[in-house]
């Protein structure tokens, strides 16, 4: 479970910096990209299911944040 501040970090950066439509993958490479994020919110990042998200929303509500 991802403490608040975690949750901040993680939600802003599949806000800001992913482009969409992106799939799980290009997800975890925008992660995987960003030096200033957290191990521990890119190992959350991980639990996203296997498909195409149309839009942030849809990446944060899948992760529950």
Same mark, same amino acid.
């Given at each position: 479970? /991802? %403490? &608040?501040?975690?949750?901040? &970090? *993680? !939600?802003? =950066?599949?806000?800001? %910096? #992913? +482009?969409?439509?992106? +799939?799980?993958?290009?997800? *975890?490479?925008?992660? $995987? $990209? !960003? @030096? !200033? =994020? +957290?191990? &521990? ?6 639990? *996203?299911? %296997?498909? @195409?998200?149309? $839009?942030? %929303?849809?990446? #944060?509500?899948?992760?529950? /944040?």
């Amino acid at each position: 479970m /991802l %403490d &608040e501040k975690l949750k901040k &970090e *993680l !939600m802003g =950066h599949i806000r800001s %910096d #992913v +482009s969409y439509p992106a +799939s799980k993958q290009q997800i *975890l490479a925008a992660c $995987n $990209n !960003m @030096t !200033m =994020h +957290s191990p &521990e919110a890119k190992k959350y990042a991980e639990q *996203l299911p %296997d498909k @195409t998200f149309q $839009n942030a %929303d849809e990446a #944060v509500k899948a992760l529950g /944040l």
